[in-house]
């Protein structure tokens, strides 16, 4: 899949969130929604890393609404998990001497 195709997919689920709560239809829209980013996160880490700021905006954007249920916030989360899991590994790439975690400190006494 190109990366044009990705960003066309992100940008037309951007124009769909201002709907959100106007319609009746706002439940099914952002069960689609969802289901959509299930199935392009793997490929936006994959191809079109710099998209992943888009997507988690679009997550905290659906995480926002009211109408979002329980068993939605957990996918929002697990795709966050996802994404932020991807940026961990991108930036341990570009400096492999980083620490992926804070050491605890240590005392000296």
Do not use: E, H, S
């Given at each position: 899949m190109s990366a044009t195709l990705?960003?066309?997919?992100?940008a037309l689920i951007e124009q769909?969130?201002?709907?959100?709560?106007?319609s009746a239809a706002t439940a099914t829209m952002i069960e689609t929604i969802i289901a959509a980013l299930e199935q392009i996160v793997p490929l936006v880490i994959e191809f079109v890393p710099v998209a992943v700021t888009s997507v988690?905006?679009?997550?905290?954007l659906l995480k926002g609404d009211s109408t979002v249920t329980v068993e939605q916030w957990a996918?929002?989360?697990?795709?966050?998990?996802?994404?932020?899991?991807?940026?961990?590994?991108?930036?341990?790439?570009?400096?492999?001497?980083a620490p992926a975690t804070v050491p605890p400190a240590t005392s000296s006494t």
């Open positions: 990705i960003t066309a997919v992100i769909f969130l201002p709907m959100l709560g106007t988690q905006n679009i997550i905290a996918r929002l989360d697990a795709i966050d998990v996802a994404l932020d899991a991807a940026n961990d590994q991108a930036i341990a790439a570009v400096d492999p001497d």
